[in-house]
């Protein structure tokens, strides 16, 4: 290792505040493409330069460019959006992109296929929406998340509010994105002080993740974020304060061992009128302490596993000027989707949908993007995306019950029998993402099907077992907190983790490496045959893989790796 800083480093110190070269890259009309350092930067105003990798060799042999698109991610804190957001992403993502919509793994909205020239024109309806996508990428505070579970209406306003107040108090202020695509005024001068008062010139190490929570429910994964916030309720089901967890993080690289995926500490306990000022000295302690020379250690979860958290907490609190006091006692039971009706406060309802693998598209046979373009044109309450890539259309009045039901099951909407599949996430990976390895978002659903077969012979076809693939090691699906974990190896090929909690607090354990997928179903039948047959009262299935000796429960942070192997008995194939 050098002890030189990062090329993003440089990239950011020279950005002048994000701005780079990107307005004039916009303007240059022979490729598709921008240069590289601005393909950096732009991360930062949420968009990816993708290209599509189905069309690469045949672009090749013909010389032409690769066929070169963005991704744009929209901030939406929490999740929520009005039915007038709703129906001008729907319009925008039929406008100028793909037509279909991609709900992600952190509650938000990805539009696919957007070309340079559409640009600017994509994010000015997106502000016009009230929406941006600043800081949806890069290295910043990104969207924060809040559980959408729909109970307890009381706590989830106040999480709601508290997730808003972070993402307002962390968003960056350069005025490079309303300069570069809303066609902005420069202002002239004395910007180098005040810009950005949290950040500084070169913002932070790596990404930064929050998500604020509301227990029983562990839908957000706040095991898997930089910070998290977990609300302690009385009795009566208001917030009292909040639990405080840091240093969670899911990427990894094959073969590195340096490199390992880590579930948050739980650092103490602090009063709402805190919260904001406690998440403040967090990301400042990590600008100033984070690792800036070698990106693969940047994020919070390496610093704090390099100082410990004893001294990671006492310099938060010293900068915040405010007390943790001892975690308060909590408890999770899931980090599902509670699917179907439920009901919400003033004789309102919920009803959340399920889509698979958050991907919504006019398909033959399922019209979603027209069936809830249509819920949202005559709907007064809200959409919450879900932080399971599900959409739950809420506050809904009993009159129009009927008729959204009707229309959601028409585009296959419904939840599935299947427990596997309730519980299912993947991540995009090809064609779009460049850092795939293997498929996963086009393939899960096939292998899910064949593992359904299974089960079924099992008698296990509702059991809820939570299954995450990803196509890289990045863990953009939180695969190393699935019950079953897949990640990608190669092209075809999976290496298979085992033996998470069904509570999010646990990660999984290697158990096999490079399976092609028969070999992934023959080393799964066997386990889950010893499941049907052995399996305690209300044991999961996560838990019963460590009892039966599949695999062994996996250590926190640098002990991910420790114990591979380590089984007492092989599933009989
Ligand atoms: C080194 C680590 C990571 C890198 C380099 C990375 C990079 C990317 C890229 C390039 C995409 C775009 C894929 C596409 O839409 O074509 C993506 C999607 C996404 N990533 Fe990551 N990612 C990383 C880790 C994570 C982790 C740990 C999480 C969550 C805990 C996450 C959350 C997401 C989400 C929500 C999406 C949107 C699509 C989806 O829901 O599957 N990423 N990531
Ligand atoms: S996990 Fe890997 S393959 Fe999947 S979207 Fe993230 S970076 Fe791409």
Redesign the pocket.
Known sequence: MTDEVSRNERIKEASDYLRGTLAEGLREEITGAIVEDDQQLVKFHGM?L?DDRDLRSERSRKKMEKAFAF?I?VRIPGGVLSPAQWLALDQVARDYGNGGM?????Q?V?L?GIIKSNLKATLKRIDAALLNSIAACGDVNRNVMCGANPDQSQAYAAAIELARAVSDHLTPRTPAYREIWLDGERIAGGEDEVVEPIYGKTYLPRKF?IVVTVPPSNDV?VF??DLGYIAILDDKGSVTGWNVTAGG???MTHGEPDTYPRTADVMGFCETKDAVAIAEAVVTVQRDWGNRLNRKHARLKYTIEDRGLDAFRAEVVRRAGVQLSPPQPFTFTSTGDRYGWSDGANGRSHLTLYVEN?RLLDRAGAQQMSALRQIAQNHDGDFRITPN?NLIVANIPAERRTEIHWIAQEAGLLAPWSGLRRNSM????LP????ALAES?RYLPDLMTALDEKLAAHGLTAADIVIRMTGCP?????PYLAEIGLVGKGPGRYNLYLGAAYDGSRMNKLYAEDLEHGALVAALDPIFAAYAAERQKGERFGDFTIRAGFVAATGNGRDFHANVGNQTRRAAR
């Open positions: 990816y993708q991704m991610r991609r709900l992600t793994t952190r938000t990805q696919h993740k994964d898997a974020h993080g899911m990427g958050g890539q993947a991540c995009v990976a779009t993402c460049g850092l978002e990045n863990g953009c699906a939180r």
